[in-house]
Every structure is written in structure tokens, then in C-alpha cells.
């Protein structure tokens, strides 16, 4: 895991370098190259995993000559696909593996073979070509800026205001981030600076400045036909196939655990591999419901791992909020960035590598709003939802949950479907905050995912909906904190359930072996139970929540108050700020969901385009 920058027709100074510093504190590099009458420059910046020795020292030239790449990843089939190279290498490392591949096969076909997670750019000085790619599910960001002749790119957007570049906010970006709680590639809240789509392949012609974007990665069509049994019994092959791949590494390894079934699933198959993990658990104490520390101990006792946990205060999460928000770059609405913060801080004075369980919610059905998608399917009657919804309109203090589901069960357009399915403020309230209810481009981004999933009957609009949660809201929001979290403290964080061969086989089995009525993730768990014990499997989900509905209203008011008011005006309408504050105060309904959103907004205000 490392950071990567470069430029054509800009000047790179040593603030670039160390504005990716955290990212790779063993090492950097510097390359400034000609490619045909234009001028390259490549950096990196170093966290060494594989390969501890210079000879994965990057940016990294193939043995040929024609190749120059800087590379952020793993790549975990890497020595496999040496099998088909003739070359006599260095070391061993997955960038020298890459670097070789694509001089012998090109960027286009190494793609499609590279089972990993990665963002890397790869200068060809024959073709004179720069491009970049970032893997399937987007795990690893990559930003860049094209202006003309100009162009940058760079792992943190932190490097490209290094370079003067993206200092103002991008208004479509900002309802982007009102509508979905997050901003979907490839835009971002910064005017001029984008962000590769996950699966996507960026091409730059150096001569020209010319640009094109190609998106690499193809729907799966294979569908399993066994049994339920056979189902299960595969499944356990493919995820402990991906559990051992994603333990290589030449530096300590230990496991994110929470009190839910993918984290412990993911620490028992360790085991079962024979890397007895320490496990790395957040909580804030017995008093609050949200912690999860009972639980996770429970399942390393039971497995007998070690283990270690960390108890947050609320004024502790409220004094790293300030630098949360510098590390994700981005206001990003999840609560649980905050123990994230935390806990990646204990798990790196001891380990360098986690695994953690993050990306199965999406491919097994694990959110409600699938659930949704169930009840429209036993009740197809958008008149009865209509009906409804009507009926509900006068109970001002309904479940925003409940008012976000009936506005999904009216509509018959899959893509609005999914956009109310997980919308932060409707239209009504978008009015209140910016004055339209423009939502800046959001739905054309999710039609563009759904005309890539094509037209095939044998694919639900549920289905639908969770493979374009896949490829964007996983990629642009609980990954994308994931990593800047993880990475500004220097420490890896793989995530075992995004393994592509794994996931190309749980988008292959039938519907109902991965949801049915009121139960997700259906041989998920039953293969987890060969493992773990059933309290454990079963165990009612809390999904690394924050008890910030209570605190918001109380010990944090003081402090909260002021800066959503103060701290958004001006790039919101104040008085609908002040009617969702009070919404929120009386709890009628309960409105922890938006004003945790809002609050990042302001922070993100101040710290970023102050």
C-alpha cells in the first residue's frame, strides 16, 4: 500500500512528495521523465508489504525499457500470473509482477487478469500514452485534474492543491452529496478534480492531451445451479481460497473485529488457514447499545485469539473530528468514521496489514432496503404504496427509514428507485437547503451503471440495485473512508469479501440463496455456522454504529449547534438548516442521519476551503 503521483505540463516540488508522505513513510521516488517532446513526471511513496528490499522500489521501469509504472495495491494472484512470464526477476513483488505483465501484454488484457485491489498509472514511451486504472470495486482511489495540455493525478486530493489545482466547490458535486450521502465517481466536491470509477481504465495521450475513460470490467452472467448445499460448500472453497490469497505479506497481519458475523468469519478462516490473527475491536462502553466490544470479545475468546479493544469517549470522537475530516478529504455521512479513527490507531502499534469485513452487506444482501425490494415484489401494486405514502404524509415524526421506503415503492423507474432507496434529503428538503431539488447528476450516474448491467431478464431490479451498490456507494463512501482512515496512519486494510473471484461467485447464485424475507446473507450464514457458533452467526447486526443521535442532542450540542448554523451558511440556505436542527432536537422524527452529514459538510468547509 503506497501513494502515487504524477503530472504532464506542471511543476512538481518536494511539498508533493511529502503531501503523500503518510501513505508510504519507507521510501520514495521521483522519476521526471521525456516522453517524446513532453515532459512526465512519476512519484511514489512507499509503504513497504511485499518485498522489503529496494528491488520494489518504485516508480518501476520494465525490463525493457518502455514501461515506467507507480503502483498503490496488492495484487494477490501476483505470483500466478508470474507463472506465464519469462523474465528473470529482481524480487518479489507484485509491482515488478505488474510492470512485467503489461510489457508483455499490454494494460488493456493485464486488467482483466489482476485479482487485487489498485490504483496505478503506467507510462508507455513508445506509444506515448499515460494511463490509469483503478480496481473493480474501487477500494483504492485515484483523483486526477485535465485541463488542455495539463494533467495530474494522485492518490489523496491533498496533492493536487499541492498543485494549486480544484479549489472550489463543485455545485453539482454538493447536491450530489445532499442527494446519495456521498459524491459517486467520477465526480467529486471539487471543481475540475475527478475521480477514476472503479473498474475503469483512464488513456492520455501524451502528444495530444487527448482523453478517453474505458471501463474494463464486464457484468457477470455465470449463474451457479447446485443445490443449496453445494452452494454453501462452494462458497466455503472461494472465501477461503480469498482469505489465504489476501494473508500474503512480509510484515504483521492482524483483523478489524467487530460483533457481526464477516469480520469474525473472516478471523475464523485466518485460523483455519493457520494465522492465528490478533484481533483490533472499538466500543464505547457497556452503557451505550451501539458498542460492540461484548461481542467481538465473545468471538475471539471463542476462537482463541488475541485480543485487544479500545473504549472512546464522546468528547474524545468530538477532538478528532477536525482531523478525521483533513484525513478523508471528503464529508462523507457514515458515522462510523469516528471508532474507525480510533481503532486503526491501536491495531497499528502492532500490525502493519488488517483484514477487516467491509463489502459484504452489498453482494449478500445484508441493508434493509433490500428488504424493500422484497415487499414490492410480493405487493406489485404502486397504487397501494401511492396509498399509502398519502396516508403517512400528515405523520410529521414518521421513521425516515419508513418515509425513504415509501418513496422508493411508488416509483416504477429503477433508477429513482435506487436513488430514494438511499437518498439523504428528498426533494422537498434539497428545496430547503439549496433552493432546487436538482440533484446534480446523481441519476445519470446510477443509468450509467444500470445501461453497463444491460437488459437481461435474469436479473432482478433488486439484484440490479446491489450490484450498483457495488460500484458505488461501497467504492465511493465506506471504501473511500476506509482507506484514508487506514492509510493515515500508515496501515493497510484488505477486505477479503471484495475478492473478484469471490464476488463473481456470489453474483452467480440464485437470488433467494442470498435473501429472502426478512433474512440476508442466507448461505453466507449457513456456511459461517461450520465455523462459528450460531449466537454468533445470529447475533443481531449494530453495523459499527455511533450513538450520535443522543449525543448530538446533549453533550455535543453546545459545539454543534453553532457550527451548522454558522459553519454552512452561505453555501446552504440557513433557515432550512435551522428547521432539520430542530427536527432533529425533538426528535420528531429522528434526523441523526442528515445532521451528521450536515456536520461533516461544515467541517469539511472549514478544514478544506478555508
Not at 19 to 44: A, F, I, N, T
Not at 200 to 214: A, M, N, P, S
Not at 235 to 255: F, I, N, T, W
Not at 498 to 526: A, M, N, T
Request: charge should be neutral; hydrophobic fraction near 40%; aromatic fraction near 8%.
Amino acid at each position: 500500500m503506497c501513494g502515487v503521483f504524477g503530472a504532464l505540463g506542471l511543476e512538481l516540488d518536494d511539498s508533493v512528495v511529502h503531501s503523500l508522505r503518510h501513505r508510504g513513510p519507507d521510501g520514495h521516488g521521483l522519476e521526471r521523465l521525456q516522453c517524446g517532446k513532453q515532459g512526465v513526471v512519476l512519484g511514489h511513496t512507499r509503504l513497504s508489504i511485499l518485498d522489503l528490499s529496494p528491488a520494489g522500489h518504485q516508480p518501476m521501469l520494465s525490463r525493457d525499457g518502455r514501461w515506467w509504472v507507480t503502483f498503490n495495491g496488492e495484487i494477490y494472484n501476483h505470483l500466478a500470473l508470474r507463472k506465464g512470464l519469462v523474465s528473470q526477476w529482481r524480487g518479489h513483488s507484485d509491482t515488478e509482477t505488474l510492470v512485467e505483465l503489461i510489457a508483455s501484454r499490454g494494460v488493456a488484457d493485464t486488467l482483466h487478469k489482476l485479482n487485487g485491489m489498485f490504483a496505478f498509472a503506467a507510462l508507455d514511451l513508445q506509444e506515448q500514452k499515460l494511463h490509469l486504472a483503478r480496481d473493480p470495486f474501487g477500494i483504492k482511489p485515484l483523483y486526477f485534474y485535465h485541463e488542455s495540455q495539463r494533467f495530474a493525478f494522485a492518490s489523496e486530493r491533498r496533492t493536487l492543491r499541492a498543485l494549486g489545482l480544484g479549489v472550489e466547490v463543485d455545485p453539482d458535486g454538493l447536491r450530489q452529496f445532499l442527494s446519495l450521502r456521498y459524491v459517486p465517481s467520477p465526480a467529486t466536491l471539487w471543481r475540475g478534480i475527478r475521480r477514476v470509477p472503479p473498474g475503469h481504465h483512464l488513456r492520455l495521450d501524451v502528444k495530444t492531451g487527448g482523453f478517453e475513460e474505458l471501463c474494463y470490467i464486464v457484468p457477470n452472467r455465470d449463474r451457479f445451479h447446485g443445490s443449496m448445499d453445494d452452494a454453501v460448500e462452494a462458497y466455503r472453497g472461494e472465501l477461503s481460497a480469498a482469505v489465504k490469497r489476501q494473508l500474503l505479506s512480509d510484515v504483521p497481519v492482524g483483523v478489524l473485529l467487530s460483533g457481526g458475523i464477516d469480520s469474525a468469519l473472516v478471523a475464523a478462516m485466518a485460523k483455519d488457514a493457520g494465522a492465528e490473527l490478533p484481533c483490533f475491536t472499538v466500543g464505547f462502553g457497556e452503557a451505550h447499545k451501539e458498542c460492540e466490544i461484548e461481542g467481538a470479545a465473545e468471538t475471539a475468546r471463542v476462537l482463541g485469539l488475541p485480543f485487544h479493544q479500545v473504549v472512546v469517549q464522546p468528547e474524545q470522537l468530538q477532538a478528532s473530528l477536525p482531523d478525521i475530516v483533513r484525513a478523508i478529504e471528503e464529508p462523507l455521512g457514515t458515522t462510523s468514521v469516528m471508532p474507525m479513527w480510533h481503532l486503526v490507531r491501536r491495531a497499528r502499534q502492532d500490525v502493519t496489514v488488517v483484514l477487516t469485513g467491509q463489502g459484504s452487506d452489498e453482494p449478500w444482501g445484508g441493508y434493509f432496503r433490500y428488504q424493500v425490494e422484497l415487499l414490492r415484489n410480493r405487493l406489485p401494486m404502486p397504487w397501494f404504496w401511492k396509498v399509502g405514502r398519502g396516508l403517512t404524509s400528515c405523520w410529521q415524526s414518521k421513521p425516515e427509514a419508513l418515509d425513504r421506503g415509501l418513496r422508493t415503492l411508488v416509483s416504477s423507474d429503477l433508477a429513482k428507485q435506487i436513488f430514494e432507496a438511499c437518498s439523504l434529503f428528498p426533494a422537498r428538503e434539497r428545496i430547503l437547503l439549496l433552493g432546487d431539488a436538482s440533484e446534480g447528476g446523481a441519476l445519470e450516474r446510477l443509468n450509467y451503471w444500470l445501461a453497463w448491467l444491460g437488459q437481461e431478464k435474469d436479473i432482478s431490479g433488486m439484484e440490479r440495485m446491489m450490484r450498483l451498490d457495488a460500484r458505488m456507494n461501497l467504492a465511493d463512501d465506506l471504501l473511500l473512508y476506509g482507506d484514508k482512515i487506514s492509510m493515515a496512519v500508515s496501515l493497510e486494510a484488505r477486505v477479503p469479501m471484495l475478492d473478484v473471484q469471490l464476488v463473481d461467485f456470489v453474483e452467480s447464485l440464485p437470488i433467494d440463496y442470498r435473501i429472502r424475507w426478512r433474512h440476508g446473507k442466507v448461505v453466507h450464514k449457513k456456511m459461517a455456522e461450520r465455523y462459528l457458533p450460531a449466537d454468533i452467526v445470529h447475533r443481531p447486526k449494530k453495523g459499527f454504529q455511533v450513538p450520535f443521535s443522543a449525543w448530538s442532542r446533549n453533550e455535543w450540542r453546545p459545539w454543534l449547534e453553532p457550527l451548522l448554523l454558522e459553519g454552512l451558511d452561505g453555501l446552504l440556505v440557513r433557515q432550512g438548516v435551522e428547521q432539520l436542527w430542530r427536527q432533529h432536537l425533538t426528535g420528531q422524527p429522528d434526523r441523526s442521519r442528515q445532521i451528521f452529514a450536515l456536520m461533516m459538510l461544515a467541517l469539511w468547509r472549514q478544514e478544506h476551503l478555508q
